[in-house]
T-cell receptor, first 110, second 114 residues
Framework: RKEVEQDPGPFNVPEGATVAFNCTYS??????FFWYRQDCRKEPKLLMS???SGNEDGRFTAQLNRASQYISLLIRDSKLSDSATYLC???????????FGKGTSLLVTP | EAQVTQNPRYLITVTGKKLTVTCSQN?????MSWYRQDPGLGLRQIYY???????DKGDVPEGYKVSRKEKRNFPLILESPSPNQTSLYFC?????????????FGDGTRLSIL
């Protein structure tokens, strides 16, 4: 089983739609979870950390299910500018090294 | 401005010619890391450093060397580059904290080894 698995997509959605991405991780000792956004040929940028109780930042909501080793990202009211690849990132147990998922591609269309 | 700076941004070179990609951060971060990104494989960690003079292998260290003589700098060295090292490389840094600090990435270095 891969360390971090994501549906690669692409997800093509119209503006204003709600879209959800899922991610599973294999290391039960992982403690830190993030969603990063990467635009084409650019560096990854932190979108949001994911906390045990779930957290929201504007139109973005992240959830963590430790029992199922599952992380989700929900984007409401999609904008054209949300088009990007979304990377699920999980730390390797107790250390600081990170495992990156291969990313889920989102295209928001007019 | 807080940033991670990589140089060069683009490099085309030939097999066997030693090269160094520099990485510098101005945030006084303890942790620094190098990744390569290839189509279909995502980001893979090459080496990382927990602090000055402390480095360790990531998932794909073969063919690479690093050093951490100063806190701000973490160069990536390819002693004898080969075509399979053609890739997009990212340097990243973060504060140690409790291991839950996000990483700040440089703009990337696109290497082509002919």
């Amino acid at each position: 089983r891969k360390e971090v698995e994501q549906d690669p997509g692409p997800f093509n959605v119209p503006e204003g739609a709600t879209v959800a991405f899922n991610c599973t991780y294999s290391n039960s000792a992982s403690q830190s979870f993030f969603w990063y956004r990467q635009d084409c040929r650019k560096e990854p940028k932190l979108l949001m950390s994911v906390y045990s109780s779930g957290n929201e930042d504007g139109r973005f909501t992240a959830q963590l299910n430790r029992a199922s080793q599952y992380i989700s990202l929900l984007i409401r009211d999609s904008k054209l500018s949300d088009s990007a690849t979304y990377l699920c990132v999980v730390n390797k147990g107790s250390g600081y090294a990170l495992n990156f998922g291969k990313g889920t591609s989102l295209l928001v269309t007019p | 401005e807080a940033q991670v700076t990589q140089n060069p941004r683009y490099l085309i070179t030939v097999t066997g010619k030693k090269l160094t990609v520099t990485c510098s951060q101005n945030m006084n971060h303890e942790y620094m890391s190098w990744y390569r990104q290839d189509p279909g494989l995502g980001l893979r960690q090459i080496y990382y450093s927990m602090n000055v003079e402390v480095t360790d292998k990531g998932d794909v260290p073969e063919g690479y060397k690093v050093s951490r003589k100063e806190k701000r700098n973490f160069p990536l060295i390819l002693e004898s580059p080969s075509p399979n090292q053609t890739s997009l490389y990212f340097c990243a840094s973060s504060s140690q904290g409790l291991g839950n600090q996000p990483q700040h990435f440089g703009d990337g270095t696109r290497l082509s080894i002919l």
